[in-house]
């Protein structure tokens, strides 16, 4: 059961980098346009 | 005299020499559009930002301070095919916005702290039926303890905050025992963890946050959408003013930018957009916006002017007395916040369940534990049952019940042509037996029509359609639109007060009043006809036509009347309108209950009336005038075209030229109010099965969270189907 001691901070530790990358993404305004968001997706790359 | 545009009041500094510009557009629907936009203005040099919005239709364009005027932009855009106009965000719009971030940001941290305690909790679960030591299940419970406690009290806030306004008003509402069950179990779990017990409840309390935190933020997002597309069509009326800068020289401002004291030029054919009294000049103004009569009064030196007239003949000087925000009639606006205080007494249907629902399950709570320690159980077995009831009972779906709904039948409604203005719109809607119409810009278009069209031969009519362009009097502006004409003649003078004239081939051409052109006998033909009708007459060297231009019912008026009438709804038309032009409308609708010369504290009585008798009324209007009567009403419908006021106060807002949505959103909102129903039901069936077993101390924090993922489940699933509504032809 040694094991715990590595796999749960490192189930902690990715669930937080989660959340900090959402925090991240919100923060940046990725949420303000999400039905353009899903067209830009698929349009050509500019020139 | 041509002004010339300044946007300058919209344009903000970015930072680090740049300026930044929002810009409201219209039209905007596909990726095709978006790209077309960014790179089109994009390809304008010094551009550094060219970026669309697609869910609020909104262009943010940023570009080297002082090298561009934003009027290029505009016009940009005008080759593009896209009308766009400034955009300047409404402080409630930007509060909404901040709202809307932090409920998303609670949601992730929730959503978060869910995930990471229930990855303990699943291991607890199978452990107690196998092998797992008490020290291993407490450093678990110890751990979601830490993860859950921090997370519950940051993401609860959107409900501590309602539950502690609402008992401090004695009141109760849904978040009420939301916050009380929350509160309760991850408490009792803190203290059977210090107790090494078996059981913990962290799961159920963070995961509860969660599923309202969704139903929340999907309401909010509802709401926040009308606003963008309210606020975009009102930036889109483009209002400006024509104001005098320094000596004699004008230039055309937003409203926006209009100030108390300032001296505006209001030329024939343009709606006054602020509160001022003449200084000069002499015309005759349209009030019917303000009044509904729609009769012209006269105007000199002295006279007030309200925002929404329309000035008819002459050039006026206003002195600016209220702009923008502050332009209302005293009396609207007093008898408008006496008729909106009346309309929060309104108790929505989540609240008066959550009024029934609340001391039934604390009542049932408080029994469970009494119950208990009666039977002989210890103190600490009593409250523990006492408290899992209230776990199971928590109302996890009862919270998304009713948000659900509501978002799929708003996204519905949206397709349809109708923007919802407050949520609880929905419930009122769907409640209406009874419908009372304004009629001048609601059941009639806004603009006037020519409709003698047929009498006139066609080279006449284009002739005359040329010369009419190059006047702004609103009837000139209807023979135009009718004609279809779209180059005007050159050389044109006007004469103020009388018409226009021109020289055609070297013969003259005359459009104006029927004494202008020599044409009083035949005005007075038609006049004698149908006195409702204005006169505007047309002459070519001898040849003399006359136009009759009034306003016209819209098209699907009567079909609309059909259709409710099909739905057991009574319609009846009241109006600021002279008698003969309403019994008019009224007759050719079939509509028996009409009333005439109404003023606006009148239509709030009709509706005071009504509602005495029992009715729920619905209001359906457009004019200034309307506002109070609005917002009296149990729900109210205004027109997109309408004053930005009786938007304000609108529950429901409809676009475009049919009534088709007054139809439209009376079957989706009743469909939907039954969808909550069920949902609610729903949703207090399912718990209500598991609380035998929790009575009985039977359980276990597995059967907890099934209890409240499955009921959550079920009505979310039940609300999609607010959007299939069986659409019955009239």
């Known amino acids: 059961m040694e094991v715990l001691v590595i796999l749960v901070p490192l189930a902690l530790g990715l669930g937080l980098a989660g959340l900090l990358g959402f925090l991240w993404s919100l923060k940046s305004g990725q949420y303000d346009d999400l039905d353009g968001a899903a067209w830009r997706a698929i349009a050509d790359d500019e020139p | ?149 921090p997370a519950a009290a940051y993401t609860g806030q959107p409900f501590f905050k309602s539950a502690y306004q609402a008992l401090r008003t004695r009141n109760v509402n849904m978040d009420v025992p939301i916050s009380l069950g929350v509160m309760l179990a991850l408490g009792m779990s803190l203290v059977e963890t210090i107790h090494h017990a078996e059981h913990a409840y962290f799961d159920a309390a963070i995961m509860l946050l969660t599923f309202l935190l969704v139903g929340r933020y999907l309401d909010q997002n509802m709401r926040r959408r009308t606003r963008a597309v309210a606020g975009n069509l009102a930036a889109l009326k483009a209002e400006t003013a024509t104001k005098f800068v320094g000596h004699g020289e004008i230039a055309e401002v937003p409203i926006a930018a209009i100030r108390p004291g300032d001296i505006v030029l209001l030329r024939p054919g343009e709606r006054c957009a602020v509160d001022g009294t003449v200084i000069e000049g002499r015309s005759e103004i349209d009030q019917s916006l303000i009044t509904g009569e729609t009769v012209h009064v006269s105007a000199a030196r002295d006279t007030a002017v309200y925002a929404g007239s329309i000035n008819i003949s002459g050039t006026l000087r206003i002195r600016v007395s209220a702009a923008s925000e502050g332009t209302l009639l005293a009396d609207i606006s007093r008898l408008l916040d006496n008729a909106l205080q009346a309309r929060s007494r309104y108790v929505r249907l989540a609240d008066r369940a959550s009024r029934l629902y609340a001391p039934l399950v604390h009542a049932t709570a408080l029994l469970t534990m009494i119950g208990w320690v009666l039977l002989g159980a210890s103190w600490h077995d009593a409250i523990v049952t006492a408290i899992a009831v209230l776990i199971i009972t928590c109302p996890c779906a009862l919270g998304l019940a009713i948000p659900t709904v509501q978002t799929v039948a708003a996204g519905a409604m949206f397709r349809a042509g109708v923007l919802l203005n407050s949520g609880d719109a929905i419930e009122r809607l769907a409640e209406v037996d009874r419908i009372i119409f304004d009629k001048t810009g609601t059941l009639t278009l806004p603009e006037l029509d020519v409709v003698n069209s047929a009498a006139i031969p066609p080279d006449v009519f284009e002739l005359a359609g040329r010369l009419a362009l190059a006047s702004h009097h609103p009837v000139a502006a209807a023979v135009a639109r009718a004609s279809n004409a779209r180059t005007p003649l050159p050389g044109v003078v006007e004469e103020p007060g009388q018409g226009v004239l021109a020289f055609v081939d070297g013969e003259e051409v005359r459009l104006g009043r029927p004494a202008f052109c020599g044409a009083d006998q035949l005005a007075n033909e038609i006049l004698i006809g149908d006195p409702e009708v204005s006169a505007v007459a047309f002459s070519r060297g001898n040849a003399r036509y006359v136009f009759a231009v009034r306003q016209r019912l819209r098209d699907d008026a009567r079909a609309m009347m059909a259709g409710l009438e099909m739905r057991g709804i009574a319609v009846e038309i009241v109006s600021g309108d002279r008698e003969p032009a309403v019994r008019a409308a009224a007759q050719s609708l079939g509509i028996c209950e009409w009333r005439a010369g109404v003023t606006p504290a009148d239509k709030i009585a009709r509706i005071e009336e009504l509602k005495q008798q029992g009715f729920k009324v619905m209001m359906v209007g457009d004019g200034l005038n309307d506002a109070p009567a609005l917002a009296a009403a149990h729900v109210s419908m205004s027109l997109i075209s309408a004053a930005h006021l009786s938007q304000a106060t609108a529950d429901l807002v409809f676009l475009g030229k049919p009534l088709a949505p007054v139809v439209a959103g009376i079957d989706f909102s009743r469909k939907a109010l039954g969808l909550m129903r069920q949902n609610l039901w729903l949703a207090v069936g399912y718990n209500f099965l598991a609380v035998p077993i929790a009575i009985a101390g039977f359980v276990t924090p597995l059967i907890a969270a099934l209890a409240m993922s499955g009921s959550s489940l079920l009505v979310m699933l039940n609300a999609l189907r607010a959007r299939l509504v069986a659409q019955r032809r009239p």
Not at chain 2, 51 to 62: D, G, Q, S
Not at chain 2, 114 to 122: F, G, I, P
Request: glycine residues 6%; proline residues 3%.
């Open chain 2, 1 to 149: 005299m041509q002004a010339v545009r300044d946007f300058s009041h919209y344009v903000r500094a970015a930072g680090s020499g740049l300026s930044h510009i929002d810009l409201a557009v219209e039209g905007v629907h596909c990726a095709g559009c978006m790209s077309k936009i960014e790179r089109g203005l994009s390809a304008i040099p010094d551009v550094t930002l060219a970026r669309v919005n697609l869910t609020n239709r909104r262009v943010a364009l940023e570009w080297r301070e002082g090298a561009l005027d934003p009027v290029r932009f505009i016009d940009q855009l005008a080759e593009l095919g896209y009308k766009a106009y400034p955009f300047e965000t409404e402080s409630a719009e930007a509060a909404e916005a901040e709202q809307s971030r932090f409920l998303l940001r609670c949601l992730g941290v929730a959503a978060f702290a869910t995930m990471n305690v229930m990855m303990l909790s699943v291991p607890i679960w199978s452990g107690n039926v196998s092998d797992m030591i008490p020290e291993q299940r407490d450093f678990f419970h110890w751990l979601s303890a830490l993860i859950a406690l």
